[in-house]
């Protein structure tokens, strides 16, 4: 029988982009990568189309802006979550472009225009190309020249923001580029993997006195991939260990670091780890799956949530969806993720809305442009965007403020 679960009056509904996987157009440390010989080499050992591989154009949001927010708009939701691109804004050490400045302000502008709060990520993995040849992260340099493109933004665009993301998913971008070499600077080095992650940890916290030193009443936040992780078997203490030591590593010891320096906290919630004492260690049932063949697992939002409680700040979900080309799964994975965030709610976790990830198909990195996330597809070639069904349906949702269940 059908539930109808409300949600409490001013619940936050949004969708979320990143600049690099959508606007197109831009050099950073990501297009050059996509280019190099070992790239290259890597996808024609793997029989891939290259041109999948290169984000180009991407979506052309940055051109086509205005209709991307219409879209958000008759989606219902009150909130739309946007990335800056570093490498617009100063191409050259030091010298920022104004021409790109106007061009975010106009963005910023067209979201409030339609009512919009605006979540706005200064940093999603990609860097300019003078920062990478000072050797990126691992340079401490980068937390003073982070701090003042923080300072830039502020100063710029405050106005128009209604809540700052600093650093999206660091320990993401520390275990791929600097651990497992799949992302850019495909490294494997663990001692530079360490700077990295102290040198995020301290460019979120100047970045957190910047904003406020100028917006004293400023929302500064970021946002974390969380796993729920447990024990394969949950009598083997080795499991539980590993369990609990995976939890810690991955989900909260960067949190921990940041000492409170955060006025909430965004959580994107993907994957669930069923972890083993043997060889592969991670062993999920799967008994449904994305196209990419990652496990569908709704309860595991609700864990995250409440170990995420902890630390007594405002919570929101960044980021949640799938890639589902053939949009059979979406509703389903929408309105049982919804269900376990209801239930985190009415047991008095600080939840305070909810993002799904994409609003359009886009560039999934490393992954190309395969994976459909988006509620509405983009045809590569025009770059015209059409509606999923289930965009109607998570329009409801957001008008209704509430979910249905079966």
């Known amino acids: 029988m059908a539930k109808i679960l409300k949600f409490p009056p ?4 949004g969708v979320s982009t990143s600049a690099y996987q959508i606007e197109g157009g831009i050099d950073n440390d990501w297009s050059e990568w996509e280019r190099t010989e070992v790239r290259r080499k890597k996808l024609k050992e793997e029989n891939k189309n290259l041109s999948d591989f290169i984000c180009g154009q991407a979506c052309d949001s940055y051109n086509k802006y205005e209709e991307d927010l219409d879209l958000v708009k008759g989606l219902n939701c009150g909130a739309y979550r946007m990335g800056l691109e570093w490498a617009r804004l100063e191409p050259e050490q030091g010298k920022f472009d104004q021409a790109e400045i106007k061009h975010y302000r106009q963005v910023l502008a067209a979201a409030k225009k ?3 709060k605006v ?3 200064l940093w999603h993995w990609t860097n300019p190309l003078w920062l990478t040849a000072q050797g990126g992260w691992a340079n401490n340099q980068a937390i003073e020249y982070f701090a003042r493109y923080v300072e830039l933004a502020a100063r710029e665009l405050g106005e128009y923001v209604d809540y700052w993301v600093t650093i999206n998913e660091p320990m993401v971008y520390i275990a791929n580029g600097y651990l497992t070499a799949k992302f850019p600077p495909n490294k494997k080095n663990i001692f530079q993997a360490w700077r990295v992650c102290q040198n995020l940890v301290k460019a979120h916290r100047a970045g957190y006195g910047i904003i406020h030193e100028k917006i004293p009443a400023a929302k500064i936040g970021l946002t974390m991939l969380t796993n ?4 394969a078997h949950k009598g083997n203490l080795v499991e539980v260990f590993s369990a609990k030591l995976a939890d810690h590593c991955w989900n909260d010891r960067f949190v921990k670091k940041l000492k409170n320096k955060f006025d909430f906290l965004g959580l994107d919630y993907y994957f669930h780890d069923r972890l083993a004492w043997y060889p592969p260690f991670r062993k999920n ?8 063949g990652w496990e569908i697992y709704p309860a595991g939002i609700y864990q995250v949530l409440k170990n995420y409680a902890k630390f007594k700040k405002p919570l929101f979900i960044m980021e949640n969806g799938l890639a589902d080309q053939g949009d059979k799964k979406r509703v389903k994975f929408i309105t049982g993720h919804l269900q376990y965030v209801h239930q985190a709610i009415s047991e008095g976790v600080d939840a305070r809305g909810y993002f799904y990830w994409s609003l359009i198909d886009n560039f999934e990195w ?3 442009f395969k994976p459909k996330f988006g509620l509405y597809v ?3 070639k025009t770059f015209a965007r059409l509606p999923r069904p289930s965009a109607r349906i998570y329009s409801e949702i957001c008008k209704n403020n509430q979910v249905r269940v079966e």
């Open 285 to 292: 049932l799967n008994k449904e799956v994305t196209d990419m």
């Open 378 to 380: 983009v045809d590569r």
């Open 10 to 13: 001013g619940f936050l509904w």
């Open 366 to 368: 490393a992954h190309g």
């Open 228 to 231: 729920y992780f447990e024990p």
């Open 119 to 121: 979540v706005l990520t």
């Open 114 to 116: 339609r009512n919009l």
